[in-house]
Each structure stands twice: as C-alpha cells, then as structure tokens.
C-alpha cells in the first residue's frame, strides 16, 4: 500500500513522516529527491543554470538556494519555469522509488512525502492522500519562528502553495497536527489500526 503525505509549509509533514516511519513505514522524501535531482553533475541543475543564470551558482558549482528562492519566490512565471526543469526529473525518481519498495517490501506501507502534491496534481499516483493540517494563523507563525522571516515573507511562501483549507478538504486521511505531539502521534496510531497495518 502506499500514501501521499502532503500539507502545507510549516505544517508538520516531517513530524508525520517520523510517526509513520517509526512505525515501519519507508519513507520516499521528495524534498530530499528535490535536492538530489539539482546537485552538480545533474542534467536538472545545468538547465536552471542555463535559465537563470550562473549567479544562481557557488563558486563550487552547487545550487545558491537563496539565490534562486528569491527569483521565484517573487514571480509565479520564474516559478513555473524553474517547476518545468524540476519536476520531471523529480517525478522519475519518486516513481522508480515507489515501484522498487512495493516490489521488495509489499507488505510495508510506502509513504510519499509530497510537499506540493496537490498544486503538482500528482494524486494519481497515490490510494490514498494524507493532508497534515494546521490552521493558517498557527501556519504562519510556525513559518516565521522556524525560518526566520517576517509576516510578509512567510505570507508569500503560503500564497505560493494552495490554502491549507483547501487542502483539507480534499484529503483521504486528515492529520490535524495543532495541538500536542502525542495528540498528533494518537491519530497517526489509529490511522495505523486502521489500515490494519499492525
């Protein structure tokens, strides 16, 4: 079986994946294929030098994150097209993932860390959706506490996903994670009763 887990930034995805990983879960983190996909060498990371340009480089050839989450995170075009060199090499490699846990691990839940699976519309992938939740207000305070920004920039990190609301209510399974961690780790518990998986 496999889920998607998806929330929005600041939610509490990673707090979910842990629970759902100690549980025995395997985890496929598309941040962490995101990474991979734009490291040197990488077909991905010479199309976006080409596209944005080499300032958004280090001197040792790697991404400048800041750099290029500057671009676009203040132009939704920048941000369309830096989503068109991505996501394809993203998608290869969640897909190659999934299809070898399910292969060697069949009877171990397979959960799919999407940060923007829905703006993505990659829930065809997935039997189920697991939204983790929190309330934007709680969000944005979250957000600016963990990143340090101000209200305005994590304002504009949330405008660049779908609303939190929205999401939960497209959700398969709701994790709402604004109280505590064992209020958020007993949901996880039942879910796992739940699915019958131990």
């Known amino acids: 079986m496999n889920i998607g887990l998806t ?10 994946a842990r629970l759902l990983t100690e549980r025995g879960a395997i985890l496929v983190d598309l941040d962490r294929i995101a990474r991979e996909v734009v490291e040197p060498g990488q077909p991905a990371l010479q199309q976006i030098a080409e596209r944005f340009g080499p300032s958004v480089l280090l001197e ?22 830096l989503e068109a060199i991505t996501h394809p090499a993203i998608r290869a490699v969640m897909k ?12 171990k839940l397979v959960v799919v860390d999407v940060p923007l699976l829905y703006e993505s519309k990659l829930e065809g992938y997935f039997e189920q959706v697991m939204v983790v939740y929190v309330p ?20 504009k990190r949330l405008q660049a996903q779908m609303d939190i609301e929205e999401k939960k209510q497209r959700a398969d399974i709701l994790i ?9 780790a007993e949901q996880i518990a039942r879910f796992w009763r739940e699915k019958g998986l131990g």
């Open 7 to 16: 929330g929005g930034i600041a939610t509490g995805k990673s707090t979910a």
């Open 60 to 81: 040792d050839g790697a991404l400048d994150r800041k750099k290029l989450g500057a671009i676009v995170f203040s132009d939704a075009a920048e941000r369309k097209a």
């Open 96 to 107: 190659a993932r999934m299809t070898h846990y399910e292969t060697t691990e069949p009877d």
């Open 136 to 155: 934007r207000p709680t969000q944005l305070r979250r957000l600016m506490e963990r990143d340090g920004l101000s209200a305005e920039e994590a304002d």
């Open 176 to 184: 709402d994670n604004s109280g505590s961690l064992a209020e958020t």
